[in-house]
């Protein structure tokens, strides 16, 4: 087989922007970590932690931030009469918004609608008959650069500290 220069220059090309591509695909944005974060948040997803600094991972205790969380959740349950599942929210309706952005630090304005996930039958039968209640979610959250990555600051959304 006859090897053509401009093939080899055009499988080059084809190449590095393969590279380019998967570079920028795992990069995150400050937005992209509002929205992960905020989805992780509403949803009692452990995962959330990863999306907090590392030393607002622990508080001054040694007690992970998110079991104080959970810990908080429960008691509201109990408190309620319900199960903590019943406090899960999912987001729909996401839109983002860089209010401000610098190196260091940038605040990100996020809007969202918030219903209940309890279980899926509960949100195909409360969209079906339009009883399922949505809350309005408007905050503006502060991200941080740590080592290249952005990570949500303390206190958001009145995490424990």
């Given at each position: ?88 929210m999912s987001l729909s309706d996401i839109d983002t918004e ?64």
């Amino acid at each position: 087989m006859n090897v053509r220069p401009k093939h080899v220059l055009f499988i080059g090309a084809l190449i590095a922007g393969i590279c380019i591509q998967i570079s920028t695909a795992f990069a995150s944005s400050p937005e992209d970590t509002v929205v992960d974060f905020s989805k992780a948040y509403f949803m009692l997803d452990p995962e959330m932690a990863t999306y907090l600094p590392e030393e607002a991972k622990v508080n001054e205790d040694g007690v992970e931030i998110f079991t104080l969380y959970c810990e908080q959740i429960e008691k509201k349950a109990h408190n309620q009469g319900y199960k903590p599942s019943y406090f899960k929210m999912s987001l729909s309706d996401i839109d983002t918004e860089v209010l401000s952005s610098d190196e260091e630090t940038a605040k990100v304005r996020i809007t969202a609608i918030k219903k209940r996930s309890i279980n899926p039958l509960y949100k195909i039968v409360g969209n079906l008959y339009s009883i399922q209640d949505a809350h309005k979610l408007d905050r503006v959250v502060t991200v941080i650069n740590e080592n290249g990555d952005w990570k949500i600051a303390p206190g958001t959304y009145g995490l424990p500290q």
